[in-house]
């Protein structure tokens, strides 16, 4: 079974704080996808990265960052100096081979960024 | 170009009632999803069509869920008799084919919020 867990449900911080979303995965799948996608209050889904399973590389994009480690399933997420825009909803997600058909979601976490 | 849209983006709707929401995919998308946001959950998958392949119907939460798609195209998710736990936003993604051996991304639309009355 695929699952996906996010244990933060909500997360406040001021702005310029740092934030670390965190995301945990299962799967028996040996190659499979990582996602992260941002919901603003307008509701659209937008894609921020997608991570393979045989790439750990941490990744770095701006103020954003992915800590990708497979011994302890986790992709996380840190917004470096966040700011008001980041305030949303974001979401890990996961596809495996044997499920190529579908994202299984995390159920979010929604991050409120205050002046 | 133009990215995936869905109609109605609102509708509200009485119990017992049937729905019938709409999704418009990418032009040239083989692969066609629907997916439920919750209140509180996370995007729950429903349903995957693929050409003209059987879909694959494993996230429908019961027999009242169906959907079609038409021509390879244009999808269509029906709910009959609404209950006000199908309350939520469901949301349609379309990518390129999909495989076991590789990843197109999916794009998404921007939803049709539903409500039970």
């Known amino acids: 079974a695929q699952k996906v867990t996010q244990a933060q449900t909500e997360i406040s911080v001021v702005e310029k704080e740092d934030v670390t979303l965190d995301c945990v995965y299962e799967?028996?799948?040996?190659?499979?996808?990582l996602f992260w996608y941002k919901q603003p209050p307008s509701g659209e889904l937008v894609f921020l990265i997608r991570?393979?399973?045989?790439?750990?590389q941490n990744e770095i994009s701006g103020r954003y960052s992915w800590n990708f480690q497979k011994s302890t399933s986790s992709f996380n997420f840190t917004i470096t100096a966040s700011q008001v825009v980041d305030s949303a909803v974001y979401f890990c997600a996961l596809r495996t081979n044997t499920g190529f058909q579908k994202l299984v979601f995390g159920t979010g976490t929604r991050l409120l960024v205050s002046p | 170009g133009a990215g995936v849209s869905q109609s109605p983006s609102n509708k509200v709707t009485e119990k017992g009632k049937d729905v019938e929401l709409r999704c418009d995919p990418i032009?040239?998308?083989?692969?066609l999803y629907w997916y439920r946001q919750s209140l509180g959950q996370g995007l729950e998958f429903l349903i995957y069509?693929?050409?003209?392949?059987?879909?694959?119907k494993s996230g429908l939460p019961s027999d009242r869920f169906s959907a079609e798609r038409t021509g390879g195209s244009v999808s269509t998710l029906t709910i009959q008799r609404t209950q006000q736990e199908d309350s939520a936003v469901y949301l349609c993604?379309?990518?390129?084919?999909?495989?076991?051996?590789?990843?197109?991304?999916?794009?998404f639309g921007p939803g049709t919020r539903l409500t039970v009355l």
């Open positions: 993604a379309s990518s390129l084919v999909a495989s076991a051996s590789s990843y197109n991304e999916q794009f």
């Open positions: 069509f693929q050409g003209n392949s059987a879909p694959d």
């Open positions: 032009s040239g998308h083989t692969a």
């Open positions: 991570r393979n399973s045989f790439d750990e």
């Open positions: 799967t028996r799948d040996t190659t499979y996808y």
